[in-house]
């Protein structure tokens, strides 16, 4: 049987108070808890999908003695068990010594808002701008700040006089909200609260929040039927629609081992608990590909508190990042009781939301073998708009080209399916062709009779189909480019 915990209360701090979360309270979304409970109204419920960004917050995690960053995140879709340990801060918290911030006060000299429902949580964004800025020596322009805003929509003000805000915003003006809210007193309760674990149990809903690994087993040993939740961007969405409640959960975010990402000699190792954020920031250097289509993945609120292995363990056939990563060959570390196992992506996938994964089973992390400097790797998603946009169709191709000629080649498609399909049989009739526009077309015809799309609000059948093979000249478009280089 799991062991007792050592306390029943959710711990964290809003806006430099201490918050002591028991019962159906610490179950309610962030956003739900700050109006209703704490009467914190600033932060607005408006789309309740982590969509519209009315609803942002900043957050900053203690985990293993060390602080993250303070981090925008949609208050609406996270359950208030995901923030134990953490320093939270509304748009009332950006106020310093009863004045405005600087990104407050240039949001009102600008007219940066209207109507009121957006304009906290763009002010948050801002403030999670200013934020990073200062820390990394780096000047808000308009392009940094058109990416610090994908994840907040405005629909009276427009945006001009929003950004001409961010770019004023003089960032020796910006207090650290580290400064202001990680004092010694937090400190000191979150150092003596780090190493124990939370259980609360209740007749309809029961929580988790181990501190190891091994109690995870423990958990899912005796419940197998308990769902594990890490930054909760989809479930919490399936929650609030009503289609499936998050009312009995096992946190993982507090973790240590689960936070690791490492470049090792023969891959690079992401843990299950590293937000997308990191591993875009950190896959720059390693697989420049990856990161790049990360950029494009969501919003930077949903990219702080969703991870990678979520998204792959979701499943789901439009799922961003499983087509790059088949092609890469990465793959899943699955632990239970009995032990430890590695399924290789290629072969994760049995069907629609059918994944060879047992109950019993948690994913510690996922590994990624680099690729050589022979490879060549483009990774294409196609949507109705660039930002914070489900995909229609995905794809992943690397290609191995020597003297004209294409030695290897890998290739991956997603939402033409029920799963992300890898092209095996196309694969290898490309092996061994001339590096040519026709060997694309010829493939990419190929590819987009052996697919099985749907038509729905996003694309219709015959759309994904064109697109498939319109990537496939893109995808040798590109390659041309840096083959010539």
């Known amino acids: 049987m799991a062991c007792s915990a050592d306390r029943n209360l959710v711990t964290f701090y809003l806006n430099g108070v201490r918050h002591e979360v028991g019962g159906g309270n610490a179950f309610l979304n962030l956003a739900q808890f700050l109006r209703y409970q704490v009467g914190l109204e600033g932060t607005k419920i408006v789309c309740a999908e982590g969509d519209c960004g009315a609803c942002t917050v900043l957050v900053s995690a203690y985990r293993g003695g060390n602080w993250s960053e303070f981090k925008a995140v949609n208050s609406c879709i996270a359950p208030v068990y995901l923030f134990d340990l953490c320093s939270i801060v509304t748009v009332e918290g950006l106020a310093h010594n009863g004045d405005l911030s600087d990104v407050q006060e240039k949001m009102m ?20 701008l200013a934020e990073t800025s200062q820390r990394q020596g780096k000047k808000i322009d308009r392009r940094r700040a058109q990416n610090y805003l994908t994840g ?14 961010a770019e004023a915003i003089d960032l020796t003006q910006w207090v650290p909200l580290s400064l202001r809210y990680q004092g010694d007193e937090m400190i000191e309760r979150f150092r003596y609260l780090d190493r124990q674990s939370v259980e609360i149990d209740l007749a309809d809903k029961k929580l988790w929040i181990p501190t190891t690994i091994e109690g995870v087993i423990d958990i899912k040993q005796d419940r197998p039927h308990v769902r594990l939740v890490s930054g909760a961007t989809d479930l919490g969405v399936i929650h609030n629609k009503g289609r499936q409640y998050l009312d009995e959960a096992i946190v993982l975010n507090r973790i240590p081992e689960l936070t690791d990402f490492q470049v ?4 690079v190792w992401i843990g299950s608990m590293v937000d997308l954020s990191t591993t875009e920031r950190e896959l720059e250097a390693v697989i420049p590909e990856m990161s790049r289509l990360l950029r494009i993945f969501a919003s ?25 990563l088949m092609v890469l060959e990465a793959r899943l570390c699955l632990i239970s009781a009995e032990g430890e196992r590695w399924v290789s992506l290629g072969d994760f996938y049995k069907g629609y939301k059918k994944m060879d994964i047992r109950p019993e089973e948690i994913c510690t992390g996922i590994m990624i073998p680099k690729p050589g400097k022979e490879w060549k790797a483009k990774f294409f998603k196609v949507s109705l708009r660039k930002d914070l946009d489900i995909s229609s169709v995905t794809f992943a191709g690397l290609f191995k080209i020597n003297d004209s000629r294409i030695l290897e080649a890998r290739i991956a498609l997603g939402g033409v399916g029920p799963m992300v399909v890898r092209l095996s049989q196309l694969e290898n009739e490309l092996a061994g062709e001339s590096f040519s526009l026709s060997s694309f077309e010829q493939v990419g015809k190929q590819a987009s009779l052996k697919i099985k799309p749907i038509s729905d609000l996003r694309a219709s059948e015959s759309y994904r189909r064109r697109v498939t093979e319109n990537l496939f000249v893109k995808c040798f478009t590109e390659l041309k480019q840096e083959v010539m280089e």
């Open 109 to 128: 000299v600008h007219h940066g808002g209207q109507c009121g429902y957006c304009t906290p949580g763009i002010v948050c964004s801002l403030g999670h």
């Open 300 to 324: 930077p609120q949903i990219k702080n508190q969703g991870t990678l292995v979520g998204n792959v363990l979701n499943g789901s056939p439009i799922g961003d990042s499983i087509p790059g």
């Open 152 to 165: 907040n929509l405005c629909r009276c003000t427009g945006y001009e006089p929003i950004l001409k805000a």
């Open 264 to 267: 090792r000699d023969d891959g």
